[in-house]
């Protein structure tokens, strides 16, 4: 059997869905091809369950044209979007989608109706593969790093930064998921083991401007320094992690590790908070500022915050974030 698993972005959603991919691989035995775009492979790098990959560049038809040829006997359609429904509509064949249960969640944030059920949302992604036999097999999420980016970072760190450190992944694609600068100074102020700050290249300056307002010499800025997979062995060799609502989250959470997870303008009930292994070692640690009659405000985000409070990050109990693990 030839299985096609369709999710074109972003990070978190990636890492989300590799649930999917490795209880296809190991219960059915099935050649297993994952469709997602350029710019996101190195989530999916050395994942021994994938068989083949085909990448969304610039060119929809012929990445039609390269499914049709594959001629697969099932297509699992884990993003649901309008380009997918083309797809769909050009390939035929035996699908199965995700429920994204948008009405649902414009409930929530119009409304404050919570009609979500109360699950994971791998566990609705699960849901896509039920009629094939396939059951969730508790192991959690999955993220392969290369061994040189995880002999790079042991360099790189400090002696004494080794399995000792909090990383700090304070940034997120939208404004209203990160936390602000200055409750990232409040927390690190707080915190007794050194440091790491991770993010991409948009985060860049505001890692500096933390490193340097925090007064330590023992924190380390790798905003936009860092691939993706160094940053992925930087957390695997943290202590623990504290992150904003992002894809950096779940890639600690594929490592099983201690994670407070820090939510803005969303919320856990969106299914999206970390899923670590059902006998791992780590632990899940929600931070939120509940009892805000406008959050969620969005079920993604903002540039800024719509109420001009941001009441949801600059409430924070920063004492609770920094001290939970010591």
């Known amino acids: 059997m030839k299985i096609l698993v369709i999710r074109f972005s972003s990070i978190g959603d990636i890492v989300l ?15 297993v091809h994952y469709a997602t775009k350029k710019e996101y492979a190195s989530v999916l790098h050395g994942n021994p369950y994938i ?13 039609i044209q390269q499914f049709k040829s594959e001629n697969f006997d099932y297509i699992i359609d884990l993003h649901n979007n309008l380009r997918t429904s083309h797809i769909k509509l050009r390939l035929g064949g035996k699908w199965n989608r995700f429920n994204k249960l948008n009405i649902q969640k414009w409930l929530l944030v119009n409304f404050k109706m919570n009609l979500l059920p109360d699950e994971h949302i791998v566990h609705r992604y699960m849901q896509t593969v039920e009629k094939l036999g396939i059951v969730y097999d508790g192991k959690g999420l999955d993220f392969f790093i290369k061994p040189e980016d995880d002999l790079d970072v042991l360099r790189l760190l400090p002696v004494e930064f080794h399995e ?11 404004a209203t998921k990160s936390i602000p600068l200055d409750k990232c100074v ?6 007794t083991r050194p440091v790491v700050i991770l993010g991409g290249p948009a985060e ?3 890692g500096e401007q933390i490193a ?14 860092m691939s993706l997979g160094k940053s992925a062995a930087a957390i695997k060799h943290a202590h623990s992690v504290i992150s904003a609502d992002t894809g950096l989250m779940h890639i600690a959470a594929s490592f099983d590790k201690k994670i407070i997870s820090v939510w803005g303008n969303t919320v856990p009930e969106f299914g999206m908070y970390p899923l670590l292994p059902e006998n791992g070692k780590g632990k ?14 969005s079920k993604i985000g ?24 010591e």
């Open 186 to 191: 409040e927390i690190i102020q707080s915190i």
């Open 212 to 225: 340097k307002l925090s007064g330590r010499n023992d924190v380390l800025n790798f905003c936009g320094k």
């Open 302 to 325: 903002y540039a800024k915050c719509p109420k001009g409070h941001f009441k949801c990050m600059k409430d924070q109990d920063s004492a609770f974030i920094s001290r939970y693990w």
């Open 17 to 31: 869905t590799t649930p999917v991919v490795r209880c296809l691989k190991t219960q059915l035995g099935c050649e």
């Open 284 to 297: 899940s640690i929600i931070s939120e500022v509940k009892n805000l009659s406008c959050r969620p405000c």
């Open 164 to 174: 000792n450190y909090v990383c700090l992944v304070p940034g997120a694609k939208f």
């Open 204 to 206: 860049s300056e505001a």
């Open 51 to 63: 068989d083949q990959f085909h990448f969304l560049e610039n060119n929809l038809d012929a990445l």
